[in-house]
Nanobody, 126 residues
Framework: QVQLVESGGGLVQAGGSLRLSCVAS????????VGWFRQSPGKEREFVSY?????????YADSVKGRFLISRDNAKKNTVYLQMNSLKPEDTAVYYC??????????????????WGQGTQVTVSS
């Protein structure tokens, strides 16, 4: 089983940037698709972005497209990053990374991912 730990969250003003990291241990994630999700109080966990094992393919939720960038470093750090720019108050949430299982879907639902980190809080003030 792979263990995932997110970091990099914090408090930032609207328009600012943060870079989240998702570090894996216990097993390499170099062959896994990795996704980022977020959850605000009272709301369901929602898809933010994913990156395939090679990094060749990515996808983003419409709400973050053009502002967030997902990347990965398989060789050195077994880490996936989420660069978040032009942050808005509505981006406030706990952000989670997860490794995907096998799916015939679009890999944008919680059910398509099996190992999850504990989350990191991102708060964007207006």
């Amino acid at each position: 089983q792979v263990q995932l730990v997110e970091s990099g969250g914090g408090l930032v003003q609207a328009g600012g940037s943060l870079r989240l990291s998702c570090v894996a241990s216990g097993r390499t994630i170099s062959m896994y698709r990795v996704g980022w999700f977020r959850q605000s109080p009272g709301k369901e966990r929602e898809f933010v972005s994913y990156i395939t094992w090679s990094g060749a393919n990515t996808d983003y939720a419409d709400s973050v497209k053009g502002r967030f960038l997902i990347s990965r470093d398989n060789a050195k750090k077994n880490t996936v990053y989420l660069q978040m720019n032009s942050l808005k108050p509505e981006d406030t949430a706990v952000y989670y990374c997860a490794t995907a299982g096998v799916s015939s879907g679009r890999y944008i639902t919680v059910a398509e991912y099996d190992s999850w980190g504990q989350g990191t809080q991102v708060t964007v003030s207006s």
